[in-house]
Nanobody, 121 residues
Framework: QVQLVESGGGLVQPGGSLTLSCRTS????????MGWYRQAPGKQRELVAR???????NVADSVRGRFITSRHNGENTVWLQMNSLKAEDTAVYYC???????????????WGQGTQVTVSS
């Protein structure tokens, strides 16, 4: 069974940087879009950044110019490099991917377990 495994969260001071990573637990047939969402307490989950298999990215206005997403297709891994972090970036960050798990199967959404990012002095 394919799972998304996240790492890299933690506590960082305002203005600092942090990089999250996410990879598939096993090699699926195909991985389409990959990306990151976040959910702050009392708020809905929101898209942070998304990247296609071809490398085209879509980044939320709130993080544009500060966050960068990238991926390695051969390793089925996606990263989120977060710079100039602010207190309002504090949230649980979830990795997301559209995956075809095996030949003949349909593409479906997969989620990571979530990793806490806290920006505080």
């Amino acid at each position: 069974q394919v799972q998304l495994v996240e790492s890299g969260g933690g506590l960082v001071q305002p203005g600092g940087s942090l990089t999250l990573s996410c990879r598939t637990s096993i090699r699926p047939f195909r991985v389409n879009d990959m990306g990151w969402y976040r959910q702050a307490p009392g708020k809905q989950r929101e898209l942070v950044a998304r990247i296609t298999a071809g490398g085209r990215t879509n980044v939320a206005d709130s993080v544009r110019g500060r966050f960068i997403t990238s991926r390695h297709n051969g390793e089925n891994t996606v990263w989120l490099q977060m710079n100039s972090l602010k207190a309002e970036d504090t949230a649980v960050y979830y990795c997301h991917a559209q995956i075809v798990p095996q030949w003949g199967a349909e593409s479906g959404p997969y989620w990571g377990q979530g990793t806490q990012v806290t920006v505080s002095s």
